[in-house]
Nanobody, 122 residues
Framework: QVQLVESGGGLVQAGGSLRLSCTAS????????MGWFRQAPGKEREFVARIRRSYSTLYADSVKGRFTISRDNAKNMVSLQMISLRSEDTAVYYC????????????????WGQGTQVTVSS
């Protein structure tokens, strides 16, 4: 099992930036592929970005070029650097872990954090 705790959310103006962090505890962090998802009010939770154990990354088209996912196995941490934020990026952002190779669907991720709110004002 792994426990995940997100931090770094907040209120930012459109065009601004935020950095989200997710700290893991429990089983060795390096054995998991890590993902970031988000859920806006009234919408389904959606994939944002993923970083595999191999450090390869994948992004949703809506955030490509604006968001960067990274991981630090020594610190058991995965981060999401977000720039050029837009009002449509407003959502609760979740960190998740999976042992399923190449996963990008919510049902493929076994462990989830509690989420952190990101609000982008226009």
């Amino acid at each position: 099992q792994v426990q995940l705790v997100e931090s770094g959310g907040g209120l930012v103006q459109a065009g601004g930036s935020l950095r989200l962090s997710c700290t893991a505890s429990g089983r060795p962090f390096s054995t998991y592929d890590m993902g970031w998802f988000r859920q806006a009010p009234g919408k389904e939770r959606e994939f944002v970005a993923r970083i595999r154990r191999s450090y390869s990354t994948l992004y949703a088209d809506s955030v490509k070029g604006r968001f960067t996912i990274s991981r630090d196995n020594a610190k058991n941490m995965v981060s999401l650097q977000m720039i050029s934020l837009r009002s449509e990026d407003t959502a609760v952002y979740y960190c998740a872990a999976t042992e399923v190779p190449g996963a990008r669907e919510t049902y493929e991720y076994e462990f989830w954090g509690q989420g952190t709110q990101v609000t982008v004002s226009s």
